[in-house]
Each structure stands twice: as C-alpha cells, then as structure tokens.
C-alpha cells in the first residue's frame, strides 16, 4: 500500500520521525515536505537529528499570508498525488500543511488519516483552530491522543473511524531521552545553565506575535526577574524583536531554535517552561516539569486538570506572579498513552484500507 505523508512544520518533522519509522516498516511511503518552514533550524535540523528519512518531495512553499501559503501548498500536493496515486494521505497536527493535505486529498477522493484528530481550543480565531476542524471533518480515519479529543469530535457529529491511540510524540520523547540524557551537560554547558535553576521560554503562536504590545507583555516578564532564562527565538519572533528593538536583561539568553534532542535535554533540566507552543505543554508534563502557557485557553486540558500547567495569558503581572509561586502537585498520572501510538497508526492505516479498497478521482 502507497502512504503520502504530508510534513512542512517543525513540531511534523518530530511526529513524523516517530511515524515514518513504522510505516516503513509495513508500506511504502512518500514523504512531502511543503516548505512551511525552511531555515535549517527549523528543518532540516530534526531530520539530521532524528533519523527522518529525507523529504520525497520538497515543494519549496516558503512563508506568506495564509491563504497565499495554503494555495500554493494545496497546487503542489495536488500534483504529487495525481503523479503518486497512493491509498491514503497522511496529515499531522494543526497547521496550514495540514489543511492543505487534507483539502487537496479529499477533493481527489483519496481518504485522509490525521494524527492528533479531535484537539479543539475553540478559539476560531486561531487559525489552527480552522485548520483543525476542517481536516477532521474531510478525514476517514481519526486518530486521536485523548479521551476529550474523542468527546470533541462526537460533538461534530464525527464518531466512524474515530480511534483513541494515545500522542505520537510521547513516543519520540521517550526514543530522544536515552540520547538527550547522554546530551544534557554538553548543551547546559554551552549556556552556563544549572540544573533547576533557569526558566525556558518559547513564543510563536500569531495571538501572542500579531499584537506587537502583547509579545512585549511576555518578554517584559522575561526580563524582571534575576533567575536565568533561555529563549530558543523561532523566526516569526525573532523578526519582531530585531524591528522593534526589544533588549533582553543579561539574565534572558535569547539563541537560534535548538535541535530536538538539546530541546529535551533543555526542558527537562528547566525548574520552569514558559511557552504556547503545544507540544512543549505534554513534554514539561512527561518531564515533569510545571508549564506555564502563555495563553487563555489549551487543547491539552489533561495537563491543567493534572495541576502542572497553569494559563497565564499574556500579562507580564500575571506570569511574573506564577513564575515566583507556581506549584505542581506531587502526583502525575500518566497521560496521551503508553508511548506506543505510532505502532497503532501504521496498523489502523492498514486496517481501513484493506477493508475498503479505494480508487482515486480525477475531477477537472
Ligand atoms: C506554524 C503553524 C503553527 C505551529 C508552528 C510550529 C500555521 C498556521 N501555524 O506557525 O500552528 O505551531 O508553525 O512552529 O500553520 N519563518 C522563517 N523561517 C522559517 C519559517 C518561518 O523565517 O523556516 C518566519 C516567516 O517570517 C514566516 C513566519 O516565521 O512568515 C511564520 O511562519 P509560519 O510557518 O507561517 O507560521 P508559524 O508561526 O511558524
Ligand atoms: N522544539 C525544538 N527546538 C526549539 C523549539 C521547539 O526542537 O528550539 C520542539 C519542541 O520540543 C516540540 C516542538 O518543537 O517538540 C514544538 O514545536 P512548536 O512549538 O514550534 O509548535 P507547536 O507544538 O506549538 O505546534
């Protein structure tokens, strides 16, 4: 059987890595990278350090506004998958490759399988939240990491094909923490860090970088304070702080975006993360390291509920306040599964398509 993956982001890059592996293993796969993102820092580091088999196709998509980028990704996979003809089309996650995969898939009759189905913050200004809802709603197969992801989708209505299999991304970080603790005092050294004794901070998402007054907020809150930060800066940000002339106290060590693996080892020596990326609220919790996002709302409730994340939004009083009181409880169930998601995804694939072999539609 024939799989297009579809990857362009970095936190794909990392979910693939667990997943390529697998569906190797069983079928023959073609792996799409839309260019998304393109800096080496942000790509091609995860697939030198993450023993990612190298893009099939890149189709060199690059930044702009969202329907430019989700356009030009939609023409170019629409492409490979007319050349291609595979059984199914695999879309990861939450981003404009996501959607894009997805729309150009369905609208060819190939069905879509999507990791992290059913994740909703039901915020609709977000545009992940967009790009969510419509690739579950064009997937056949759902694979979901939680339990409330599977209540969400039922609340749409969608409840065929829906399975629960836990979060792909536990299974990278346990394959990465064997390495990252051989890694650890080699990337604390480089910084001068000590154990439990610095803050890691990351800020991307567009409701916290569009307002420029509310990215200042957040980096405000970096700068009082004596206790060293680290600050991987992702591009988007670091445009914005050059244009705008943020200075960082001595304390904040603002450095390029890490590679996977320094990424582990970084979180899980933090006394603290102070981050709305989603990935890295599950991975403080698997580390057990308390999060504070900087948003209103998350798509991973569990880790709230569990009393080790805590949202602070985007004021600086509010975050400086947690970062001097914040508490984790001293339990931490497990979460998101038992590290072995991957494995279910290439076999729930394979299921689906031998149950109901598919054909493709060309439409004009
Ligand atoms: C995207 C995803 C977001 C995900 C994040 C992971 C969407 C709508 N957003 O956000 O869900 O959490 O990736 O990191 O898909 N840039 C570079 N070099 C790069 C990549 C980006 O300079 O390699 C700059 C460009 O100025 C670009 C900006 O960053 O315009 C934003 O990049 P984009 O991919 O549009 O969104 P992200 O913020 O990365
Ligand atoms: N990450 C990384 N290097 C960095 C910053 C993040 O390897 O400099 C990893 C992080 O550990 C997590 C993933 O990238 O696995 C999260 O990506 P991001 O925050 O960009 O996206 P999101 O998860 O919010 O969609």
Redesign the pocket.
Known sequence: MKVVSIVG???QFIKAAAVSRKLREQHEEILVHTG????YE??GIFFDGLELPRPDRDLGVG?GSQGF?TGAMLKGIEDVLLAERPDFVLVYG???STLAGALAASKLSIPVAHIEAGLRSFNRCM??EI?RVVADHLSELLLCPSDVAVSNLAAEGISKNVHLVGDVMLDVLNWAKQCADANQSAILDRFGLQKQAYLLATV?R?ENTDEVERLWSILRALNSGDEPVIFPV???VR?IIRETGFRPEPHVCLIDPVGYLDMVALVGSARLVLTDS?GLQKESYWLGVPCLTLRTETEWVETVEAGWNVLVGSQSEEIVKAVNSFLPPDSRPALYGDGAAADKCVNLIGVRTEAEPIGLVERA
């Not at 998304?36 to 800096?39: L, N």
């Open positions: 982001a970095r936190p998304q993102h393109y800096d942000m790509s930044s980028q939450d981003t404009n545009p992940e790009n991307h567009s992702h591009p988007r445009k989603g």
